[in-house]
């Protein structure tokens, strides 16, 4: 797997710590302390990556953090490079499975955001332990 490098830059908000990626419009993460927010970016990154991927959609080159501009109406605290693994190619498959459990898969990735596809995926990662 290749890795990559993309800007997140980290903001202070009422609850806490945010975490936005430019480069990746609706990816965020957050916590409670900058470190909570800058571990938890690393997850999400990934996450988006995988779904991006998974959906077919292209994978932007990361902007150069020097090259952002400051946003005057953001609590800015730091600006941080995020490590991502890129996931390798995809594959399609064919699978059955009970159509009462395939509606809940999709009301359940649905409210996540998240494919069909998407779900599956995280759901066997967290069961393979990876």
Request: proline share 5%; hydrophobic share 40%; glycine share 12%.
């Amino acid at each position: 797997m290749a890795t990559r490098y993309f800007p997140g830059i980290i903001d202070k908000g009422a609850q806490g710590y945010g975490v936005t990626f430019p480069d990746l419009p609706g990816c965020t993460s957050g916590g409670h302390t900058i470190d909570d927010a800058a571990r938890s970016a690393e997850e999400a990154l990934a996450l988006h990556i995988r779904g991006m991927i998974e959906d077919g959609e292209a994978i932007p080159e990361p902007t150069r953090i020097e090259d952002i501009a400051a946003d005057p109406e953001s609590a800015e605290v730091v600006r941080l490079l995020v490590r991502v693994e890129m996931p390798g190619k995809v594959v399609r498959f064919n699978a059955t499975m009970d159509d009462g459990l395939l509606s809940r898969v999709d009301g359940a990735a649905s409210s996540l955001g998240m494919s069909r596809s998407g779900f599956l995926a995280e759901a066997a990662r967290r069961m393979l332990g990876t």
